[in-house]
């Protein structure tokens, strides 16, 4: 899915992110892997998202901050290890940028912003996720990182999940009205 939309960056951003959509609520009902619980798949219509917002999408280089280790938790309490490798400066606010040492490694940025808990879920979402490859690309410029492609963690969906969550320095107070949305909003308990 994502190297498609790699592949079709070039060309028109739009019809590409729709085909993208598209791929992921096929994968969400139909994947035996899929966070939507098996008994609710027949019923699921697909994910929400919010018009695609081509001035979301950035090419950033990521820029050095010290290294340091952290960790994170889920709703559940499972501790996550991070280690931070640096920062991205968008005109909205900084995410910083880590490497996940869970579930075979990759870097990892995972956001909090205004609308969480309002229109996404309340824990925050996902926007590059490596290990998954939830990756679009990069260049010698920088990351691609694209808010129209933010995602919800596993746990939105099913509390069978353990995600690890944003941690606090990547909460944005500005509302990233941009990639899946949720129609019924949730906070974490």
């Not at 290890?81 to 940028?97: K, S």
């Not at 579930?103 to 309340?122: L, Q």
Request: negative net charge; aromatic residues 12%.
């Amino acid at each position: 899915m994502y190297a498609d939309v790699r592949a079709e960056a070039d060309v028109d951003l739009q019809p590409a992110a729709a085909r993208f959509r598209a791929t992921r609520d096929r994968l969400f009902a139909e994947h035996p892997d899929s966070p939507i619980p098996s008994a609710e798949r027949e019923a699921f219509e697909g994910l929400d998202y919010w018009p695609y917002a081509a001035d979301l999408r950035f090419i950033l280089p990521v820029g050095p901050m010290d290294p340091a280790e952290a960790s994170v938790t889920s709703i559940s309490g499972e501790t996550f290890a991070l280690r931070r490798i640096g920062r991205v400066n968008f005109p909205f606010g900084d995410l910083e940028v880590y490497w996940i040492d869970t579930y075979g490694g990759g870097i990892f940025v995972p956001f909090r912003d205004g609308a969480s808990g309002g229109g996404t879920y309340g824990a925050g979402r996902y926007l590059l996720d490596t290990v998954k490859g939830a990756d679009l690309g990069g260049s010698e410029r920088g990351l691609v990182l694209d808010f129209s492609h933010a995602y919800h963690p596993s746990c939105t969906y099913d509390p069978i999940w353990s995600c690890p969550l944003a941690p606090r320095a990547n909460w944005l107070t500005e509302p990233i009205r941009a990639g899946e949305r949720l129609s019924r909003p949730t906070r974490p308990e």
